[in-house]
């Protein structure tokens, strides 16, 4: 699924997100694009840390996973207020289509307008 989110230039670019590289991408804007900063992480009670590689952590499922990204967005950006997250309108934020438990489409970028655009 396309979507535009800010690159490390804060310029809005068009990514190809699931919910794996969604975290990653967030996770790389959290340390500041240096990869080596976001393997190494220190914040282990980011509830994205197990997460933050791209990779499924043993013994942890794509439901735990989707569980992760709606507990970091209630906890780290919406002060531990549930109701916040489902009105979040940080478009612009890698997780933002996986903040609940179903997908917000909302600011998916159909394929089919890109190519046009991309056509003349």
């Known amino acids: 699924m396309l ?3 800010k690159d ?4 809005l670019v068009l990514k ?3 919910k794996r590289r969604a975290i990653k991408a967030l996770c790389n804007n ?10 190494t992480c ?10 933050r590689n791209g990779e499924m952590p043993e013994g942890l499922t794509p439901s735990d996973r989707a569980k992760a990204i709606n507990d970091y967005c209630r906890d780290w950006c919406c002060m531990g207020r549930s109701a916040e997250v ?7 934020c890698p997780l933002f289509a996986w903040r ?5 489409r909302s600011t998916m970028v159909d394929e089919m307008d890109c190519l ?3 056509n003349g």
């Open 30 to 39: 959290c340390s500041a694009w240096a990869t080596r900063q976001r393997q």
């Open 16 to 18: 190809d997100l699931n």
């Open 42 to 51: 220190p914040v282990t009670e980011c509830q994205l840390h197990p997460y």
């Open 3 to 5: 979507f535009y989110i």
């Open 100 to 104: 609940t438990w179903r997908v917000d």
């Open 8 to 11: 490390k230039n804060n310029r």
């Open 116 to 118: 046009r655009d991309m």
């Open 86 to 92: 489902k009105i979040c309108h940080i478009t612009t």
